[in-house]
């Protein structure tokens, strides 16, 4: 039974880190939009707002590989039922944001949260994410 537990999480692993081919977090308030999409060959971060700007740049293999280990043993069904650590962005108190999880399929996996505080589960993905973003190389 023991053997059985352990080969179906190996195989669940496998299947999360094939299956993911993007990662993508929003974050919001009325006036501002950020969108940062990472896939295995690029990061694409999009701001609209008073400072308007798109940054493009290849994403390094070392960068994917991290990705897709904060990405391992999680289930993606269950991203949309993480409760948010704190619920601020209700009243407008904090920024609207959502980490995305995009299999081959198309099919995204969702959890909104305030600012860059997601669910425990996603803390060390939101790190990897915002270890991910630059202001270098900005196009217009």
Do not use: C
Not at 38 to 54: K, L, Q
Not at 79 to 106: C, E, K, Y
Not at 135 to 140: F, G, M, P
Request: neutral net charge; aromatic residues 6%.
């Amino acid at each position: 039974m023991l053997i059985l537990s352990f080969i179906a999480f190996l195989i669940t692993q496998a299947v999360t880190q094939e299956q993911v081919s993007q990662v993508e977090f929003r974050t919001m308030t009325r006036g501002y939009q950020r969108s940062v999409v990472i896939t295995a060959d690029s990061v694409f971060d999009i701001t609209t707002g008073s400072d308007e700007r798109i940054i493009r740049r290849a994403t390094d293999s070392t960068e994917w590989m991290a990705i897709q280990k904060t990405i391992a043993g999680i289930r993606l069904t269950d991203l949309m039922n993480l409760p948010s650590p704190s619920m601020s962005r209700a009243s407008d108190a904090a920024r609207h944001s959502t980490i995305i999880i995009t299999n081959n399929a198309g099919k995204e996996y969702s959890h909104g949260f305030d600012n860059e505080n997601p669910h425990d589960m996603l803390r060390p993905l939101m790190k990897q994410i915002s270890s991910m973003i630059s202001t270098e190389k900005t196009d217009r």
